[in-house]
């Protein structure tokens, strides 16, 4: 089982990508690159997934693009230290990892939580990013506290409400220990329910995909540091009252959960935005909706 789902193997579904674990920031970062010679495309994925879950759009992106994505801090096979879990941290990671591939400047590409990170890096390090492209995942800020403990009467079921979604998971991976005593070697069961919950069609994504992701998650360090990720959101929510509008250009693609959310927090973000909504399409949209997003990235960095 290791063996198959190592990222030696793995690997040859990718054709063109190395695999690279390099020492940044007092932590190791794990990443795949095409080492292409086109502008540089950086990827960050989000929980509960790894690099793998960029393949369908990664792929066809790295014929115009050099495209490196990563394991953020926690995830896949990068380390999974004590601390350092606050975004702000994370994107040093990327930064510092960026100057040791002797990359100055960047496109970068954020999904879910590594859509936090990607815009930490684009606050932090704002010469460092060339375009900066959130995908269902915007920096955490204040409008985190607003979130229901208990769902409005009948808007909790097997689908989840666009108008009043319930995300429950945000909370239960702030608890600490307990989530990691619970889901070891059990993690498929959380990963079924959620892709069924957010998703329009979860039969998109693929049971050999949902496989990588629970022999990851499976380890009970690893659910730990994706924990990590949410236990820091109090730290996130106050280096973002210090951050100023973005001023290099912004791409929100948002799925059916999050356009509206979209529609109101851009503006509060970024002076030069545009906001793609994908209609018909859940929160993995990379594995729902492949195409639209391709598109949708390729039209907005070739322009």
Not at 137 to 146: A, D, F, V
Not at 235 to 260: C, F, H, R, T, W
Request: proline letters at 5%; one cysteine or more; a negative charge.
């Amino acid at each position: 089982m290791e063996q198959v789902y190592s990222d030696a193997q793995l690997l040859k579904h990718w054709p063109g990508f190395t695999s690279h674990i390099v020492e940044v920031n007092g932590t190791q970062l794990h990443f795949v690159d095409s080492r292409g010679n086109g502008p540089v495309l950086i990827c960050l994925p989000g929980w509960p997934q790894s690099w793998y879950s960029y393949r369908a759009v990664a792929l066809p992106l790295a014929d115009y693009f050099r495209v490196i994505v990563v394991d953020i801090r926690g995830m896949g096979s990068s380390a999974t230290p004590a601390s350092g879990y606050d975004k702000k941290t994370m994107a040093t990671d990327v930064y510092e990892l960026m100057g040791l591939l002797g990359i100055s400047k960047a496109h970068v590409l954020g999904h879910d939580i590594g859509g936090m990170v990607a815009a930490s890096l684009a606050h932090n390090y704002p010469d460092a990013v060339e375009r900066l492209i959130l995908a269902d995942g915007l920096h955490p800020n204040e409008g985190m506290m607003q979130m229901k403990l208990i769902p409005p009467q009948e808007t909790f079921s097997e689908k989840i409400d666009h108008q009043q979604p319930y995300m429950w998971w945000m909370s239960f991976n702030q608890i600490k220990e307990l989530p990691e005593k619970l889901l070891e070697g059990r993690y498929r069961y959380l990963l079924d329910w959620l892709f069924d919950y957010v998703m329009v069609d979860s039969s998109k994504m693929p049971d050999f995909e949902r496989n990588i992701y629970a022999y990851v998650y499976n380890q009970s360090e690893r659910i730990r540091a994706s924990n990590g990720w949410y236990q820091a959101f109090h730290q996130d929510i106050a280096d973002a009252q210090e951050y100023s509008k973005l001023q290099m250009p912004v791409l929100g693609i948002a799925s059916n959960v999050s356009s509206g959310f979209y529609q109101y927090a851009l503006p509060t973000i970024a002076e030069n935005y545009q906001l793609v909504n994908l209609d018909n399409t859940g929160h993995f949209m990379f594995e729902e909706n492949p195409a639209g997003v391709y598109e949708t990235i390729m039209t907005y960095l070739k322009t």
